[in-house]
């Protein structure tokens, strides 16, 4: 069973930057894919960055193509996001989740999904 914990949420001020980790574990872990998600209330779920192994070229999704970085650590079993200069709209849950069986990290992004997914992580931007 592979298991995705997400950590480095919380309350950040507007213009500060954000860096969230999604740690995983267990069978097969290097071979997944692993994206960050996140869903607006009353919106479908957006599939924002996918980055695959070997890391490759990753996938951003247009609202935050050159706003967010994706990077991945491979010895640590670690995939972060990084946001700098947040914004209010930057304010949701953030879902980190993996894909075992993949071809492509666009696909995992807009269409597929993740098959273990995160508990989740709060950012909220505000002073």
């Known amino acids: 069973q592979v298991q995705l914990v997400e950590s480095g949420g919380g309350l950040v001020q507007p213009g500060g930057s954000l860096r969230l980790s999604c740690e995983a574990s267990g069978p097969l872990v290097t071979a997944s ?7 607006v209330p009353g919106k479908e779920r957006e599939g924002i960055s996918c980055i695959g192994h070997p890391e490759g070229t990753p996938y951003y999704s247009d609202s935050v193509k050159g706003r967010f970085t994706i990077s991945r650590d491979s010895a640590k079993n670690k995939v972060y996001l990084k946001r700098d200069s947040v914004k209010s709209e930057d304010t949701v849950v953030y879902y980190c989740a993996g894909k075992l069986f993949w071809t492509s990290v666009e696909t995992m992004c807009v269409k597929d999904g ?8 709060q950012v909220t931007v505000s002073s």
């Open 114 to 121: 993740g098959e273990y997914w995160g508990q989740g992580t």
């Open 33 to 39: 894919a692993i994206g960050w998600f996140r869903q």
